[in-house]
């Protein structure tokens, strides 16, 4: 790291500040540009949840009390639910980075064969919904008529061999749906890696193995560390498949209490009270990030970057490939058969029979009486600009917090990713608080999904680019200015197609999860700003499974055609997601 | 001294009289809402009803109502209650009419003067306990909370009839399905049926009884569907119907005890934008015309005991043993009996 980069803890603040001052009146287009950036996302983040925390400050009739903070340590249940979701956490991360970082270091690393069909099994089974694969899971693992129990049963009569009504089922559920996410980090900083680092190793003597182990391990770490927290805030905020395991195996997390909260009778005092240990945990997660990686170096982007060597495993590939295709086929194959069986099918309660084989549930979209075509239009429009206004957005920020010595970054750091966990449900209603009335009278407009999506999604690329930048090198940067670049310029020529593997990592992490955004949505749309998953959630409410799981598929695979999309459009040899 | 006592009596009386007329206003007629609904021009309208379904009844209503547009929005009673509460708290009414399952919102909305009276003619001819007598409620349709089973699980004969049997009798551990009793909700409805019939003491068992919980009715009926569970005690029964007539391989039980009323509730907020067509609307979907159309459309039964007609030729409610609960009852006792049931089964 350079002087510039280092975050100079032991530098008093006054002088901190001083130096901050002068940056800012050195560069005004930078620090316009930064300002800016601070106050969008300072006003999209804390001003919802400003309003939330004022809401749990006071009574129902408005006056200011500490009591339901208290009351979130002696609510029934709500003490419990949070040990749930700690543990549930807890287990999904350790079990992620179990499955993950074998995958992605094989996909990276390796001469292993199809490692290009692994990037995009992994995407799918991160852009399948979390309400919609639990489904699946269910009439997978449903103790009684859940198929693997069936087939297991009628076979070799082993009765109720797995109960998705339990807590370990939560725990697989949602470790595949989230795995993907230490997969995508993970690989992108290894795309990102100057192999030189670990040519040298072996030049000196270490083997393949070892070089890997020893050297490209550890210089990825801050991409692991910070896609475990990821993946254990994601956790801790996760709804769907929590709200309909939980059910079955009668018990509470932290989200789907709070949701409780929010319903039968609305308690929005207790709730909002009760969501706060989350932005605790979010800052857990920050600090011991901070701790852990400090004072290490981690730059290993720089301008003479080539493709690393691959890897021979000798007989080794096939126990990695064996390892890579059984996640696969757990996590991809089985659901998705089972959302394009039930898709295929007239009525799902009924045998898959030719007599019961349909593809009307596919034509059903194109009635005039749905909101698909509407939903379909408008999801793939909010998530291409959530998308792209996180990546803009996260550029500029972490750039602020990495390479300036700009005061307030540990603020700007907390308001990027304090909505990572939060629960959608809790944010939604301090949008719709905080924008019903003038001058921010934007309820019922698409424009509110804009923002209210951005603030929600903005900590997943606000993460993956600090990761990116992390690795990055400021020499080349610096060079450019000595010649004369201008900030900007030297950021969108000279860094960012250095870390572009980092940015369509974000671009396309938030396209994916914006895509498959439902609990805040639930509440903001109105005619006309209907959403995929909106429409999806519709159709399981009405009971039709059947068109559900068609347009699963369908937002499936508009998540791969935008994958595609991407990367004809960057013109990229080959994908690196 | 008494001249003076007099007078404060005659003014009393004027006041009580005056109190009196303010309490039965005189009930317009569905023209003259009409006419004043006109100026308004639409009405926003939200419910659990299916957007094809609605849409029916919208073109009947503009039909009969020209230049009364009706802006629908789906969605079911839980985020519904969520953004109705949301918008109150940022001062701001939305919709002008809600058609809610949950009698507990409605009882408090009430409570809480968030709701407009709107006087209903033909209170008699309604099913009793389906409509508030000050006018701030009205079922816009009941359905009864049917059991059902698997005809994959359980052969002709097998499935139970009888509540106290399938909540004693061991043979049924492990094999109900319910969807979770909320607090003053339907399905605290369908647990007080159960409790009407086999008294309080079965609640103590109900973690042995190995009874899966699920989110939502139409979680409940895919269990049944699926095959997952055996049986169910309470569904929403027009769900039932319409998913047996689709074919789901499921069949409807009516208990010997008799069945709880889960009731499709209407309501006009007092802030209503556009109060003249909400009462427009409602009053009209009241009316025969509009209780047989939706008879037909959503496949519910009609709250008025005069329409004859009934979802998908099932039995008319005369021929079901129905145990009718106010919607005051089911708050007060549902909740109730909704949070010891959480406590007995560890929630």
Known sequence: ?577 | MRALLRILAGLMLSVSAASLGRAQPAIPTLDQLYQAAKAEGQVVFGGAIKEENQQKLAAVFQQRFPGIAIKYTRRSTEPMVQLVEAERRANRVSFDLLNLTEPGDVVRWTKQGFLAAVPMPDTDKMLPETFDPNGYSIALSVTPMLGIYSTKALKPGEPPTSLKVLVTDPKWKGKVVISRPTRGGTSSGALMNVVNAVGRDFIKSARERDILLTLGNEAAIASVVSGERAVSWGVSGYRAIEAKAEGSPIELIVWDEGLALAQFIGVVPAKAPHPNAARLLLRWMMTPEGQELLVKTVNQYSARKDVAVTPLAQPPLSALKINAFSNEKIVSEGHALAVEFDKAVGM
């Open chain 1, 1 to 577: 790291m350079t002087a510039l980069s280092q975050p100079s803890a032991t530098v008093p603040i006054r002088i901190r500040f001083a130096r901050g001052v002068d940056a800012l009146r050195q560069e005004w287009l930078r620090s316009l540009i930064m300002i800016a950036a601070v106050l969008v996302v300072g006003g999209l983040v804390l001003y919802p949840l400003g309003i939330l925390f004022n809401i749990g400050l006071r009574t129902e009739d408005g006056a200011l009390t500490l009591a339901n903070y208290r009351s979130v340590l002696t609510e029934p249940g709500l003490v419990s639910a949070l040990i749930n979701s700690l543990i549930v956490s807890a287990a999904t991360t350790v079990l992620s980075l179990v499955i993950a970082l074998p995958m992605a270091w094989a996909v990276a690393r390796t001469a292993m064969p199809g490692r290009q069909l692994l990037r995009v099994a992994v995407l799918i089974a991160f852009v399948i919904p979390n309400f919609i694969s639990v489904i699946a899971w269910i009439l997978l693992l449903g103790p009684n008529a859940g198929l693997i129990n069936v087939f297991l049963r009628d076979t070799f009569g082993i009765a109720g061999a797995f109960n998705i009504y339990s807590m370990s089922g939560l725990i697989l559920v949602l470790t595949f749906s989230f795995y993907p996410l230490i997969f995508f980090a993970v690989t992108a900083a290894l795309d990102n890696m100057d192999p030189a680092y670990e040519e040298a190793a072996q030049m000196a003597g270490a083997s393949a193995w070892r070089a890997s182990l020893g050297v490209t391990m550890p210089l990825v770490l801050p991409a692991v560390l910070s896609a475990s927290v990821f993946v254990f805030l994601e956790a801790m905020g996760a709804f769907g498949a929590p709200a309909a395991i939980g059910h079955g195996a009668r018990f509470h997390t932290l989200t789907t209490k709070i949701y409780e909260l929010f319903s039968y009778p609305p308690r929005f005092e207790l709730a909002a009270a009760a969501a706060a240990p989350i932005i605790g945990f979010t800052v857990f997660g920050l600090l011991l990030q901070r701790v852990v990686l400090r004072g290490r170096r981690f730059t290993i982007i720089g301008g003479k970057r080539g493709a690393a060597r691959a890897v021979d495993l000798g007989r080794g590939r096939w126990l990695l490939s064996g390892w890579c295709m059984l996640v696969v086929f757990v996590s991809v194959v089985l659901p998705l058969v089972i959302l394009v069986r039930t898709s295929l099918m007239a009525r799902w309660g009924l045998a898959f029979s030719w007599q019961n084989l349909t593809l009307r549930n596919y034509a059903s979209f194109a009635s005039g009486s749905t909101i698909v075509p509407t939903a379909f239009l408008n999801s793939a429009l909010i998530s291409a600009v959530v998308a792209s206004a996180c990546v803009v957005l996260g550029m500029i920020v972490v750039w602020i917090v990495e390479r300036t010595s700009l005061p307030g970054r540990g603020l700007l750091t907390f308001a990027s990713t304090v909505t990572f966990a939060f629960p959608g449900v809790a944010l939604a209603v301090g949008f719709v608080l905080g924008f019903s009335a003038e001058p921010f009278d934007l309820f019922g407009t698409i424009w509110l999904f804009f923002i209210a999506f951005t603030a929600h999604r903005f900590p997943f690329a606000f993460m993956f680019l600090r990761n990116s930048v992390k690795q990055l090198s400021s020499e080349m940067e610096e060079a450019g200015r000595v010649c004369g670049a201008s900030w900007a310029r030297a950021l969108v020529d000279i860094s960012a197609p250095l870390i572009k593997s980092g940015l369509l990592a974000a671009w396309m992490v938030v396209f994916a999860v914006t895509l498959r955004e439902l609990s805040m949505a639930i509440l903001l749309y109105v005619p006309g700003t209907e959403t995929l998953p909106i429409a999806i959630y519709s159709f399981i409410d009405n009971g039709t499974f059947e068109i559900a799981a068609a347009l699963s598929v369908v937002l499936i695979l508009l998540s791969i055609a935008a994958m595609l999309a991407l990367r004809w459009l960057t013109g990229k040899a080959h994908m690196e997601l």
